[in-house]
């Protein structure tokens, strides 16, 4: 190791934690940087782009795809998400410890096109603890309930493609261990 921070990539199955877990990190290490996504998305109600996303149109997307300017890059309902491969270049060469919160296809991307990069799987307590937090955040109907509750099934069987797993039974306990992961005090 040339002692330059590694990129660390959080990633695990819908309704796992990992905004909670990252938001934790962030307010109690604010040196740590946390990649912002490009999107086709439009923007919600209070955000603001550079802050939460970058919000391009597709056409932009398209050539961010076709330059190799993406770590990586998917598409969820009708909208692309990707990570721009260049900030996240600058804060490393920088020795600024990145984080990426990305999900299973991006995490296999982001293995392909920096293979030294620390892939860190979230993982719940219990399949039954993810279908009480996929089930009582009450803000989706049954139907989209029981597609997140079957790609977490695929997501679960990924585990063994990462470098370590964290089990998340508390956001303090998982913070700290990522961020001893991550080398940073």
Do not use: C
């Amino acid at each position: 190791m040339n002692g330059r921070p590694r990129l660390t990539v959080l990633s695990g199955p819908s309704g796992v934690g990992k905004s909670t877990v990252v938001a934790h990190l962030r307010a109690t290490r604010p040196q740590i940087w946390l990649s912002v996504s490009a999107t086709t998305r439009r923007p919600r109600p209070g955000e603001v782009d550079g802050v939460q996303y970058h919000f391009v149109d597709r056409d932009e997307f398209d050539k961010l795809v076709a330059n190799g300017e993406l770590l990586e890059w998917a598409e969820f309902a009708g909208n692309r998400y990707g990570t721009p491969r260049g900030p996240v270049l600058e804060k490393l060469q920088a020795g600024v410890p990145t984080l990426l919160e990305i999900d299973l296809q991006g995490a296999r991307q982001v293995r392909q096109a920096m293979p030294e990069a620390q892939l860190v799987f979230l993982a719940p307590p219990s399949w039954d603890e993810l279908v009480r937090r996929l089930v009582g955040r009450g803000t989706e109907p049954p139907e989209v309930v029981e597609r997140r509750l079957a790609a977490a099934r695929v997501e679960l069987a990924a585990e063994a493609e990462f470098d370590t797993t964290l089990v998340n039974t508390s956001v303090e306990d998982v913070s700290r261990e990522l961020l001893a992961l991550m080398n940073v005090d």
